[in-house]
Each structure stands twice: as structure tokens, then as C-alpha cells.
């Protein structure tokens, strides 16, 4: 069984993601959506608030699993028997810092390969931090997020 992790910190999660989300579940066995605390960042939501959020929008998805954690990726990635890593990337920077992080991780453990997955050229200049901005100025973020997400940023902006 091929199983593969796609790690991020998913806050908020965007239509970005879940496009990397459904084409990543259907070239493996098992998807294990991995969100972590990301120690650069100051999350908008709880690590709890996100795989409530992922679980919702992937509830149909009989081969994808939402699970949090923290450590290394890699770690994480044994623990839950993936043998591969999925890394969504939206443009050339993106491929430049993931390149690097692939090759550290394949130093760390040999056993897990990392496969990228361009963005859909529709969410290719898509990222969370510019979501939450644009809500943070009580922007239109519709086209960035599914509805359940844009109602808890809404309540989250207005507190």
C-alpha cells in the first residue's frame, strides 16, 4: 500500500491545498493530511480548529486521513508508515526552498521520497498568509477558501 503524507500548517486551509489534496489522493493508497504547528508562524487557528477544518472538507474522501503533529516531518511520516512525502508547489521560489527540504530530508531517512505537485495554475499565487490579510481588513476572500473556512475566519476577524 502506498501511503503518503502531506504536511503543512493549512491556516487557513485554501483551495490550493485541496486541490493538492484530491489529485494527491488519487495517485496514492492513503493520504495522511499531517498539520503541524509551523514555530515561524502565529497561527489564526488551533492545531484542533485545523484537522476539525480539513476533516470537514474531506469527509468524502474514503482514503484521506487528517491527524495532527509536531517534530520532524519525517518523523511523523514513519510513524504513520508513508513512504512518501507531498509537497504542493506554487512557483520557482517555492521549488527552491521544497528542493532544499527534500534533500535534508532524504539525508535523515533515505526510505522516504518526496514527489511535488504543481498548484493549479488558478491557485498558483494563493498562500494563507495572504488570505488572512485580506480577511484581516474584512476583504472578500470567497474565491480563496471553501464557505466553512470563510465563516470561522469571519467570526475569528469580528472578535
Not at 514527489?115 to 480577511?135: C, P, Q, W
Request: net charge neutral; with cysteine; glycine share 6%.
Amino acid at each position: 500500500m502506498k501511503i503518503a503524507l502531506y504536511p503543512g500548517s493549512f491556516d487557513p486551509v485554501t483551495f490550493g491545498h485541496l486541490d493538492i489534496i484530491v489529485r494527491g489522493s488519487k495517485i496514492v493508497d492513503k493520504l495522511v493530511v499531517g498539520v503541524l504547528t509551523n514555530s515561524a508562524k502565529s497561527p489564526l487557528f488551533s492545531m484542533e480548529e485545523r484537522v476539525r477544518m480539513i476533516k470537514d472538507l474531506t469527509k468524502d474522501m474514503e482514503n484521506v486521513e487528517v491527524a495532527a503533529f509536531d517534530g520532524l516531518t519525517v518523523d511523523y511520516a514513519r510513524r504513520c508508515g508513508a513512504t512518501i512525502i507531498l509537497r504542493g508547489l506554487r512557483a520557482v521560489t517555492d521549488f527552491e526552498y521544497e528542493l532544499q527540504l527534500a534533500q535534508t530530508n532524504k539525508v535523515i531517512a533515505a526510505d522516504i521520497d518526496t514527489i511535488f505537485l504543481t498548484t493549479n495554475l488558478k491557485y498558483s499565487y494563493l498562500s494563507s498568509s495572504t488570505v488572512k490579510e485580506i480577511a484581516s481588513f474584512g476583504g472578500d476572500i470567497h474565491a480563496f477558501v471553501p464557505e466553512n473556512v470563510m465563516e470561522k475566519m469571519k467570526d475569528r476577524w469580528n472578535r
